[in-house]
């Protein structure tokens, strides 16, 4: 006996592409309870969306459309961050996992509850400078001087060395300025954070000192700069 068959019915397929896939990028630390770090998106796609996930299960925020170029997710919070693409085709919905992932922890702030010392001008002229102190420090700290002026920050080359026992320090370069402004910035493992107030050293009889401000740059045939 002969077998019959007929054409019923005709399906086409259509193979929507999957997202490219890109490197998930991040310092992996923000600083104390208040702080934020990024994670970064080595690129992007239009037409594609870009979901940031915590510990692979939790969205964290809205997703973000691509753009062509990279993108950043600011976060406040630890765990393993990584990246869903999602692609929204006429007929399927593809996604994938960009490459990589960052953990990000927190870390602690340097201690700021610390007090200059007073400054003491004895026998100081122009030539010896005046030598500035902390009345405490924290172990593993690095302590920065900054000069400051007209709301410019401007780091002297001057810092120290946080003592194992938490005793007095002092930076190792004297400092000559009739009034200039100046604060002292704690760094610990990465973590800035300035020990306020800022503090005068006005040394009688020597010019004071201020920040030479502008951008540098000159195009071939200008006649120069403002500084």
């Known amino acids: 006996a002969g077998g019959c068959s007929q054409q019923v019915a005709e399906m086409e397929l259509v193979a929507d592409p999957l997202p490219t896939a890109f490197e998930v990028e991040g310092e992996g630390f923000y600083c104390g309870p208040t702080g934020t770090t990024f994670i970064t998106l080595s690129g992007s796609e239009t037409s594609v969306s870009y979901q940031l996930m915590l510990n692979n299960d939790v969205e964290v925020g809205t997703p973000q459309p691509g753009n062509g170029l990279p993108l950043n997710f600011e976060v406040n919070g630890e765990g393993i961050y990584t990246v869903l693409a999602t692609r929204n085709g006429d007929y399927t919905t593809c996604v994938r996992e960009m490459t990589g992932s960052v953990e990000v922890s927190m870390r602690d702030l340097p201690n700021t509850a610390i007090d200059v010392a007073p400054i003491d001008y004895t026998g100081v002229d122009c030539t010896t400078g005046v030598t500035v102190e902390l009345e405490s420090s924290q172990a593993g700290v690095r302590y920065e001087l900054y000069f400051v002026d007209n709301g410019t920050y401007s ?8 003592a194992e026992d938490g005793a007095a320090v002092a930076f190792p370069n004297p400092v000559i300025d009739g009034g200039g402004e100046y604060i002292v910035q704690a760094m610990l493992d ?33 006649d120069g700069a403002d500084l």
């Not at 780091?155 to 946080?162: A, E, I, K, L, S």
């Not at 009889?205 to 201020?210: E, G, L, T, W």
């Open 190 to 222: 990465g973590c800035p954070a300035f020990i306020e107030p800022k503090f005068e050293i006005a040394i009688d009889d020597v010019p004071r000192r201020f920040a030479l401000i502008g951008s540098g740059d000159v195009c071939e045939g200008e």
């Open 155 to 162: 780091y002297t080359d001057n810092f120290v060395v946080g």
